[in-house]
């Protein structure tokens, strides 16, 4: 569909001319030759961009430009101003303006102008769809257990110190990120704070320390410009560590320091600068007997561990499985437009008996995987057939008696879906234990995680 144009101008000539150019690049364009036109023209379509001549016959196009903003918040506008009017350009630009272009204008500069404020639109638009997955808004389904209401209750008093540093332990697979983004929510609940997910594992040895921390021009030899690293990203929201266990020793020793201080320096760099970021670290690892074996500071298991936060199992709050359940059925319903599809008696049955080894990942993976493999508006969760004695967390479960059931049943399916949908398939039959599956199906862990959809 073509992007809708306003084209506010009472030069016929020019006016014409403008939009018989920006029409061959695909643009649906409507002109209007006066303030009045314009209004009537905004009150039957919202334009994506509108061109605003500055000297209309009846009123100031820049007058006029608190108004267009507010009929159409999402219109990025190009300003027309007379030649060698900087003033007017910047009192355009400071009033909401996109952009602006001076008269005697080239056809060619006016049709660059417009497509870039287009892009800078849509760009905006996904950073903005970002910034809502990023900052902690998503929906969580409030627990059934006790075990899990005190986990909440505890985050609640921690959000008012959004300084402190909080270190979530569990297993795999628990719900540690999205504890740390509901902590996030509950400390930062303006919007706007950034939310910044590390998985601290995917994190190349030689880079870690400039991911993390920045570089400055000429650290090492690819670096071409200064880059701030995600600490300073973080300014002002989250930091969430995950897999905080995999940073190098090296990299530990900068962290306590910025965990005291809030002060660090980039790679190569001898300027100290400051984040007020709070770090959220999260493990699934034995920090203690790393610490024992002298892969982890102890110190900085002190100081991470201000507020401690041990996550229980999802067998060890069976209250809370159907609860999950049903709000991830809601939640993936709507994702992947099956309007309507149920739990049936069958899949509750089969949801209560299983020991879940993968907690509550798997417990999404299977919702998803029986919405997009049963075709019935009632779900049976197939994939638990014979689950009534759930295996054990250290032993895999059983083979299902047709190995190629799960590639070749329903309709065929792109070849992307097949290698996510494998890799979670593989990652549950290995009870979780993400560095092993990685390893079995020959993959790079950072590969491994693009393949569940977590990797950039």
């Avoid at 997910?197 to 921390?213: K, R």
């Avoid at 499985?321 to 069958?346: F, N």
């Avoid at 009534?388 to 799960?406: K, T």
């Avoid at 399916?413 to 199906?441: F, I, N, S």
Wanted: net charge neutral; with cysteine.
């Amino acid at each position: 569909m073509s992007p809708p144009l306003l084209f506010v101008d009472d030069d016929r000539a020019f006016s014409s001319l403008a939009a018989a150019a920006l029409q061959r690049e695909g643009y649906a364009v409507t002109l209007a030759r006066s303030l009045h036109e314009a209004r009537a023209a905004l009150a039957r379509l919202t334009p994506a961009l509108v061109v605003l001549d500055r000297r209309l016959p009846d009123g100031d196009g820049l007058t006029f430009l608190p108004e267009l903003k507010a009929q159409a918040p999402g219109a990025a506008v190009v300003m027309v101003t007379a030649y060698g009017d900087i003033a007017s350009a910047v009192d355009a630009v400071r009033a909401g303006a996109a952009d602006y272009v001076a008269k005697p204008v080239e056809l060619a500069d006016l049709v660059l102008r417009v497509r870039r404020a287009l892009d800078t639109g849509r760009l905006k638009e996904r950073l903005a769809a970002a910034e809502a997955e990023l900052s902690g808004k998503r929906r969580l389904i409030p627990p059934a257990s006790a075990a899990m209401q005190r986990v909440l209750a505890a985050l609640e008093r921690i959000a008012a110190s959004p300084r402190s540093a909080v270190l979530l332990l569990g297993e795999t697979g628990a719900g540690k990120e999205m504890l740390a983004r509901h902590l996030h929510a509950l400390s930062f609940p303006t919007e706007g704070a950034p939310f910044v997910h590390v998985n601290c594992a995917a994190l190349p040895d030689q880079t870690v320390e400039s991911e993390l921390f920045g570089h400055e021009k000429g650290a090492f030899t690819d670096a071409r410009t200064t880059r701030r690293g995600l600490v300073e990203v973080a300014h002002g929201g989250t930091l969430f560590l995950d897999e905080v266990g995999e940073l190098p020793l090296g990299l530990q020793a900068k962290l306590l320091t910025f965990l005291d201080s809030g002060r660090f320096r980039r790679l190569g760099g001898t300027q100290e600068h400051s984040s007020g970021a709070r770090i959220v670290a999260a493990t699934n690892r034995d920090l203690p007997a790393l610490m024992a074996r002298g892969e982890f500071r102890e110190d900085l298991w002190f100081r991470l561990s201000v507020f401690r936060i041990d996550i229980p199992p999802l067998r060890e709050r069976h209250e809370d499985i159907l609860p999950l359940a049903e709000g991830m059925l809601l939640d993936l319903r709507r994702e992947l437009g099956r309007k309507e599809a149920t739990l049936g008696p069958r899949a509750r049955a089969r949801l209560a008996a299983y020991a879940f080894p993968g907690n509550v990942r798997e417990l999404h993976n299977i919702i998803e995987r029986a919405l997009v493999m049963e075709a019935g508006p009632e779900l049976e969760l197939e994939l638990l057939h014979g689950g009534g004695a759930a295996p054990s967390v250290s032993a895999p479960a059983p083979a299902p008696a047709d190995p190629d059931a799960f590639l070749l049943s329903g309709p065929p399916r792109a070849l992307e879906d097949v290698e996510r949908l494998y890799t979670r398939w593989a990652l549950e039959r290995l009870g979780g234990r993400r560095m092993e599956a990685a390893k079995v199906l020959g993959l790079s862990y950072p590969t491994f995680l693009k393949r569940l959809g977590e990797g950039g």
